[in-house]
DNA sequence: TCTTAATCAGACAAAAAACTCTGAAACAAA
DNA sequence: TTTGTTTCAGAGTTTTTTGTCTGATTAAGA
């Protein structure tokens, strides 16, 4: 079995999905958002304090302290995320493992793999989290039960 | 960092890649091939036991043994290897890892990943190996050293 | 000031994936 | 019939990823 991205960057997205869908600089404490993401605490707390680092979430610590969008939803991408987290080698490597994979000595699907490729990029580069607060705020609010 | 297939799914589908470069039935051992894709002996050696449960190649025991391309090479896709290997999954989870995403509930990417997502099975499902030859070949032979 | 609730750092544990080893069975060729 | 080379099954090991625990630090509120 294999995925896009690994489990750290899947709830680390839907972790900065879900703060963008609240005005900016509300606090939410690891263990909301584990709750409502539905992973385990610890380690959702664990991926936050990476985007901290990186900078894209901010964090408050003591009694009513949490985490919470540091930078402006117009400002983050997904991208922004996937590449804190998981790093572009997925953009980068030949998608069968082939070294040396190129234009010269291009695997069987360089060029077909090489334009979708290109497209997964843009599709996690072009729209902000400002752009796809709509679609977000109904998808967190399914995830109520 | 993550990556499309697994490991395993990568030197399968390179195995099966540098069988169907030569004509059919054309025995190789396990070392042979193993050498070839640059990767252990005993790892590729299990990963074409597992393609030959799942027929796409036969074996053949004993002295002068090896492996060799069960199936004819006009009938046999790069997705049937992902799918004895690691299955389909990718072409049906949320890319994202959210729970019941549909078109009722879609994830911020839903639409944009679904189109991808089909693309890139349309990719590995539409040509054949014997279609892909002459350029697997030459990635083949390019791979000498 | 004390209690409580939070982040955070680092070590730790468990599970999965990647990779290795051993020994048995098959079989070609000497 | 013996020797050498191979697949193959299953167990074992190592590494990576996932997930947990502990304790220190921070800070709000009673």
Redesign the interface.
Known sequence: ???????K???G??AV?YLSAFPKNTLFSALEISEKI?APKEFVSKILQTLTTSGIIGSKKGNSGGFFLKIDPGSVR?IDVVSAI??L??FR?C??????CSVD??????E??GK?RN??YT??SN?TLAE?RD??V??IN??KK
């Open positions: 079995m294999t995925v896009i991205f690994s489990k960057c899947e709830l997205l839907q999905l539905n997904l998981d790093g080698d997925l490597n998608v069968l493992g082939f070294p040396g000595e291009p695997c069987p699907v360089h077909t793999w979708l497209e997964t599709m996690l729209q796809l679609i977000t109904n998808k399914s995830l």
